[in-house]
C-alpha cells in the first residue's frame, strides 16, 4: 500500500485525528496510508458529523483528496 494525501478543511484550526491518531492540523496536507480511514476533530465535540469515513486512493501531493464535510454546530 501507498502513500496517499489528504486535506481535512474547517474554517478554524483544529487537531485532525485518523483512525483515533492524531494526524495534524485542520487545512494542512497529511500523508497517510492507501486505504480505509474513519477521521474527527476530537474535542470539545463542537463539530458534526461526528466522523467521516473514506476509502483513500489515487491522490497525489498537488492533487490531495480534500474532506470538507466537517461543518461547526
Same mark, same amino acid.
Given at each position: 500500500?501507498g502513500? /496517499? +494525501? ?5 474554517? #478554524?484550526?483544529?487537531? &485532525?485525528? %485518523?483512525?483515533? /491518531?492524531? *494526524?495534524?492540523?485542520?487545512n494542512? #496536507? =497529511?500523508? &497517510?496510508?492507501?486505504? =480505509? =480511514? %474513519? +477521521?474527527? *476533530? ?6 458534526k458529523?461526528?466522523?467521516? /469515513?473514506?476509502? %483513500?486512493e489515487? #491522490?497525489?501531493?498537488? !492533487?490531495? *483528496?480534500? %474532506?470538507?464535510?466537517? !461543518?461547526? !454546530?
Amino acid at each position: 500500500m501507498g502513500m /496517499e +494525501f489528504v486535506v481535512v478543511s474547517y474554517p #478554524t484550526s483544529r487537531n &485532525v485525528r %485518523i483512525d483515533g /491518531e492524531i *494526524l495534524g492540523k485542520t487545512n494542512d #496536507t =497529511h500523508s &497517510v496510508e492507501q486505504g =480505509h =480511514h %474513519i +477521521f474527527d *476533530l476530537g474535542d470539545p465535540h463542537d463539530y458534526k458529523p461526528d466522523s467521516v /469515513e473514506m476509502d %483513500i486512493e489515487n #491522490t497525489t501531493s498537488i !492533487k490531495p *483528496l480534500i %474532506i470538507n464535510d466537517f !461543518k461547526p !454546530k
